[in-house]
């Protein structure tokens, strides 16, 4: 039986806030799992040359389902599927926002920004014009977990279906509709032929992830929605490959 682990990265692998950005368990574990012959990958709403230039000095991800499951990628970088946002609602809630919080544009497989560029894989453009035709979607940043909630219901009650609001923290990762990480999810089993396949995340945004998976894994801080749908709760990226490998 061929399997799977699909995991989300901030906060569940990866640790910004942290000395040990990525436990030497959980690296240990990933490379004896693809080792035997297990797939494994990232599902992030970040893009994936900034899981490549984060993660790749630790592990070499099987794939990469990116900006919340509009743009999935193998481990090569070659497209496996590709959700696109309409660039006029973009636009739309662009506008809406800008005084709000602080916005990247997932384009082209860039990051864009009209603001003060933070970090070197984005690109400063002076307008939205700029950016190239295949939009896959909009990360803004607020200031509160809060806020992020509150902002995440205000954009369902007006673009409806047309754009999916994936809430991580205090973040959005907006893409269009009928795209997730679900969707992610099920292009790279049906790709790689997995039989079984889990899921692990920590906040909001995984639900549509572990609800996909085969199996489903969080953390016992995670969000009481999130461990409402999860399978098994556990301790680590490293614990959920140790269980999913003797499944």
């Known amino acids: 039986m061929k399997k799977g ?26 490379l004896y799992f693809q080792q035997s012959g297990g797939i494994f ?8 040359d900034s899981v490549r230039e984060t993660a790749g000095k630790f592990i070499r991800p099987d794939f990469i389902i990116a900006v919340s499951g509009a743009l999935v990628v193998d481990g090569k970088g070659k497209i496996l599927h590709e959700y696109l946002m ?3 609602v973009l ?13 990247v544009i997932h384009a082209g497989g860039e990051v864009y920004t009209l603001m003060d560029v933070e970090y070197p894989l984005q690109k400063r453009i002076g307008d939205l014009s700029e950016l190239p035709d295949s939009i896959y979607g909009l990360s803004m940043r607020l200031p509160t977990p809060e806020a992020a909630l509150e902002t995440a219901e205000r954009i ?3 673009f409806g279906d047309d754009i999916v609001p994936n809430v991580n923290v205090n973040h959005i990762d907006v893409t269009g509709g009928d795209c997730s990480k679900a969707t992610g999810v099920k292009a790279v089993r049906k790709h790689f032929g997995i039989d079984c396949i889990g899921g692990i995340g920590d906040s909001f945004n995984d639900i549509p992830l572990l609800e996909a998976a085969d199996i489903g894994y969080t953390f016992e801080s995670a969000p009481k929605e999130l461990k409402d749908v999860a399978d098994e709760i556990v301790v680590s990226v490293a614990d959920a490959l140790a269980r999913l490998r003797v499944m």
């Open 5 to 30: 682990l699909a995991s989300d990265f901030d906060n569940t692998l990866y640790f910004r806030d942290t000395e040990e950005r990525m436990r030497a368990q959980d690296i240990f574990e990933i």
């Open 41 to 48: 990958g990232i599902c992030t709403g970040r893009s994936p």
């Open 86 to 88: 309409d660039r006029g």
């Open 91 to 103: 636009e739309e809630l662009y506008h809406m926002m800008e005084s709000e919080a602080q916005m």
């Open 156 to 158: 369902e009650e007006i």
